[in-house]
C-alpha cells in the first residue's frame, strides 16, 4: 500500500513510518522543519503545510491508497497563542487532505484527541457529547466535524491520549521532558489528581497500520493505554524505570493551584468498540515503560551518574 504520511517527524509520525514499513508497506513522509534521518520512511519531502498549494501538488503527486495525518500544531499552548495558524494546522489541513482523499479515492486517517472531553465524567465513550475547554480542544472537535462531512465514507478520526514514547527530537514525550529536567537537578511538581491514559505511541501505530488495512472501520474510535493514572504515578514510574531518584519529584494539586483551573481533571476512555475489533491490544503503562530510552542528548549525563 502506498501511504502518504504528514508529521512523519513527529512522536507519533516517526512510530508510524517504523510500524508500516514492518508491514512492507511504503511511506512518503512529509515533514515540516525537521532535517534528521526517520527510520521506515521510504522517501521523505520538505513541506510547509500552512501552504495549501504545495500542500494539494504533494497529494496529487504521490496519488496514495492511504492519507495519514499525523501534523499537528500539538501544544495546546500555542494554539492559544497562534489561533490563525494553528487553525491552519488542525482544522483546514485535516478539511483539505480529507477532500483529496475522497477525490482520490483513498482512505484518510486522522488524529483527535480525549481533550474534546472535559474530563469530569470519565470514562468517555465515543459517542458521548464534547464539551471543549480549550482552543486545542476546539480545534480537534472542529477538524472531526470537517473531516466527515467532507468524506465520511473515506475517513477514520482516532481520539488519543497522552502519548508516552521515543521522539526524533528527544525531547518530545513526558519521560523525555522529565529526564532533560531532572539532567539540569530541576524538581518536577506533579498532579496527584490529574489523570490520563497514557498510550505508547509504537501500539497507537499498530492500531493505525491496521486501519489502514481495514476496510470497515470509518468514523470516530477511543484508543488509549489499558489503565489510567495521575501525573504523579507516572513520573514515579518513569523515574524507578531508570533506576533514579524520585526526591525531584513534587506531589502536587491541580486543585490547590489556580492556572490549572481548566485542565481536564480525568481524561480516561471506552475502549470500545474498537479494542474489540484489532489484533493490538491496549497495554498497561509497565508496558510501555520497557520501550522507552534516554535520548541520545541526555546519555552523557545519564552514563555519568
Ligand atoms: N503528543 C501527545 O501527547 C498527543 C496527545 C493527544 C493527541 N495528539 C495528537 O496526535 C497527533 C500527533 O501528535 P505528535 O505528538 O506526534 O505531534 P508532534 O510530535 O508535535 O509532531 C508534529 C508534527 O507536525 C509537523 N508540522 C508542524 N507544523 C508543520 C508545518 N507547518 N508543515 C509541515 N509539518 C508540520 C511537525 O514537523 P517538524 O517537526 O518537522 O516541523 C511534526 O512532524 C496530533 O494530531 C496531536 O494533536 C498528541
Not at 492559544?80 to 484518510?108: D, G, I, M, W
Not at 477514520?156 to 514514547?165: A, F
Not at 529526564?179 to 505511541?201: A, I, M, N, Y
Not at 491496521?210 to 470509518?218: S, T
Request: net charge neutral; aromatic share 8%.
Amino acid at each position: 500500500m502506498k501511504i502518504l504520511l504528514t508529521g512523519a517527524s513527529g512522536l507519533l509520525g516517526s512510530a508510524f513510518a517504523k510500524a508500516a514499513s514492518r508491514r512492507k508497506h511504503g511511506v512518503i513522509g512529509i515533514v515540516g522543519s525537521f532535517s534528521g534521518q526517520i527510520d521506515g520512511l521510504e522517501s521523505k519531502r520538505k513541506i510547509d503545510l500552512l501552504d495549501r498549494f504545495a500542500t494539494e501538488r504533494k497529494v496529487l503527486e504521490v496519488f496514495p491508497d492511504v492519507i495519514v495525518n499525523c501534523a499537528a500544531f500539538s501544544y495546546p499552548s500555542r494554539c492559544e497563542e497562534e489561533p490563525e495558524k494553528s487553525n491552519r494546522l488542525n482544522v483546514e489541513l485535516p478539511a483539505q487532505l480529507a477532500s483529496l482523499a475522497k477525490h482520490l479515492f483513498a482512505k484518510f486517517i486522522h488524529i483527535s484527541s480525549e481533550q474534546v472531553f472535559d474530563g469530569h465524567n470519565p470514562p468517555y465513550r465515543r459517542t458521548d457529547s464534547v464539551s471543549v475547554i480549550n482552543h486545542y480542544a476546539k480545534q480537534k472537535v472542529d477538524s472531526e466535524q470537517r473531516v466527515h462531512e467532507i468524506a465520511a465514507e473515506f475517513a477514520t478520526t482516532l481520539r488519543v491520549p497522552l502519548l508516552s514514547g521515543n521522539s526524533p527530537s528527544g525531547n518530545r514525550s513526558l519521560h523525555e521532558r522529565l529526564l532533560r529536567d531532572w539532567s539540569q537537578g530541576k524538581e518536577t511538581p506533579l498532579f496527584t489528581d490529574e489523570r490520563r491514559q497514557v498510550c505508547l505511541v509504537d501500539n497507537l501505530a499498530d492500531v493505525l497500520v491496521e486501519l489502514c488495512e481495514r476496510n470497515d472501520l470509518k468514523g470516530i474510535y477511543h484508543w488509549a493505554g489499558s489503565e489510567s493514572l495521575s501525573r504523579y504515578d507516572m513520573g514515579t514510574k518513569i523515574a524507578e524505570r531508570f533506576g533514579l531518584s524520585t526526591e525531584l519529584i513534587v506531589s502536587a494539586k491541580r486543585d490547590d493551584q489556580a492556572w490549572a483551573a481548566n485542565r481536564q481533571p480525568d481524561l480516561s476512555m471506552d475502549l470500545e468498540p474498537l479494542k474489540g475489533l484489532l489484533k493490538t491490544s491496549p497495554q498497561t503503562f509497565d508496558q510501555q515503560l520497557e520501550s522507552l530510552i534516554v535520548p541520545v542528548q541526555l546519555r552523557a549525563w545519564y552514563n555519568s551518574i
